[in-house]
């Protein structure tokens, strides 16, 4: 199982820490996509971090803003949101993909989802 979540209500400009915690298996052999779907909008991928965690993908619009980090030994993966902006209010989602699939910003790409949390930012 996995779990998103840290959502919340913050003032623009404001910071989040998500949590994507996993149950019942090993994260280390998976690479982790987050995602987020705002109202009346298409899910779209916003970061990747790979399994060992060396490497990290983002998304334009949050690049510089959000980053990815891991704890394997925790099994848990993190997404610090800074400089938050009402355009990010959206559900988050991460999701799971073998190691060896490498990252992508596709969710047809992730077989395997938490539950969303939701983050709300207020202008």
């Known amino acids: 199982q996995l779990q998103a979540s840290g959502g919340g209500l913050v003032q623009a400009g404001g910071s989040l820490r998500l949590s994507c915690a996993a149950s019942?298996?090993?994260?280390?052999?998976?690479?982790i996509g987050w995602f987020r779907q705002a109202p009346g909008k298409e899910r779209e991928g916003i970061s990747c971090?790979?399994?060992?965690?060396?490497?990290?993908y983002y998304e334009d619009s949050v690049k510089g803003r959000f980053t990815a980090s891991r704890d394997n030994a925790k099994n848990t993966v993190s997404l610090q949101m800074n400089s938050l902006k009402p355009e990010d209010t959206a559900v988050y989602y991460c999701?799971?993909?073998?190691?060896?699939?490498?990252?992508?910003?596709?969710?047809?790409?992730?077989?395997?989802w938490g539950q969303g949390t939701q983050v709300t930012v207020s202008s």
């Open positions: 971090i790979m399994s060992s965690g060396g490497s990290t």
């Open positions: 999701a799971r993909r073998y190691y060896r699939y490498g990252c992508s910003s596709h969710d047809y790409d992730y077989a395997y």
């Open positions: 019942g298996f090993s994260l280390e052999h998976y690479n």
